[in-house]
């Protein structure tokens, strides 16, 4: 998978974001992706994210992580299928944006570490990017539970 990593608040080392392009791999591989597969994940700050967080989901607070997944169908919609020929497109899974000043806030909060929070949002918005959701208690049980078995497997437990 292709992952392009921007850090807008220049503060994420290049350790940490192979540290987490290693756990969204990992997480890539666990759902089974094809290799061809893109995504993006930013870092900023509070602020960059309360802008978008207003401007796209009318809440005019900083959040911990947004996703923006390109493959979202409406209902209108058909899904436009890639696979097809011998030179397929690659499959763009969409963007994350990840705080990582809510992620330090939220991993003092939890009693855990800033390394577990930051991996914990990132296999959050890489789901999300994926299809799943947390609207009713059916999906956040399938979610949550995904989600911890992709970081407990990994090896990053609360």
């Known amino acids: 998978m292709d992952i ?18 290693d756990l969204l791999q990992f997480a890539a591989a666990h759902l089974k992706l094809p ?5 993006s994940v930013t870092f900023m700050d509070n602020a960059a994210i309360q802008e978008i967080n207003r401007v796209y989901r009318g809440k005019d607070a900083p959040t911990d992580v947004i996703s923006f997944a390109l493959e979202d169908e409406g209902e209108d919609e058909i ?8 030179n397929p ?6 963007d994350i944006m990840i705080s990582i000043e809510r992620a330090q806030e939220q991993a003092e909060e939890y009693g855990h570490s800033y ?12 789901l ?6 947390h609207m009713t208690p059916e999906d956040e049980a399938e979610m949550f539970g995904l989600q911890k078995e992709i970081l407990d497997a990994y090896g990053l437990k609360r």
């Not at 392009?4 to 392009?21: H, L």
Request: aromatic share 10%; net charge negative; glycine share 10%.
């Open 4 to 21: 392009t990593f921007m850090d807008e608040t220049q503060k994420v080392s290049t350790e940490k974001i192979k540290e987490i392009e």
């Open 35 to 39: 290799e061809e597969t893109e995504m």
């Open 79 to 86: 899904p436009v299928i890639f696979e097809e020929g011998d």
């Open 89 to 94: 497109l690659p499959r763009v899974l969409g």
């Open 115 to 126: 390394d577990r929070e930051l991996g914990f949002l990132a296999v959050h918005g890489f």
């Open 128 to 133: 999300h990017i994926n299809g799943y959701d």
